[in-house]
């Protein structure tokens, strides 16, 4: 059974840091292409950072470029995402996505507030 698990996610000040996981089960990591989402309230889910099968390329939305790095770690089946110099914007509930098999985890929130 495909399953996606994130973590990490939490309440942070502005300038705070986060980092999330994505663990994946039932399917080998390093087969996908590999993402991260997320969706603020009233809002659709948009697309934040992919990383490719072994880490050799990577893309971020513009509105994170510099701030986030997504990384992988296919021996452990995990990815994560780096959050850096966060900002209230940044507020949303944040979800991983593997291309391979089309499946999403349940989402992890990541609220930025002083």
């Known amino acids: 059974q495909v399953q996606l698990v994130e973590s990490g996610g939490g309440l942070v000040q502005p300038g705070g840091s986060l980092r999330l996981a994505c663990a994946a089960s039932g399917f080998t990591l390093s087969d996908s292409v590999m993402s991260w989402y997320r969706q603020a309230p009233g809002k659709e889910r948009v697309l934040v950072a992919t990383?490719?099968?072994?880490?050799?390329?990577?893309n971020y939305a513009d509105s994170v470029r510099g701030r986030f790095a997504i990384s992988r770690d296919n021996a452990k089946n995990t990815m994560y995402l780096q959050m850096n110099s966060l900002k209230p914007e940044d507020t949303a509930v944040y979800f991983c996505h593997a291309w391979l098999v089309g499946s999403w985890g349940q989402g992890t929130q990541v609220t930025v507030s002083s």
């Open positions: 990383i490719t099968t072994f880490g050799v390329g990577t």
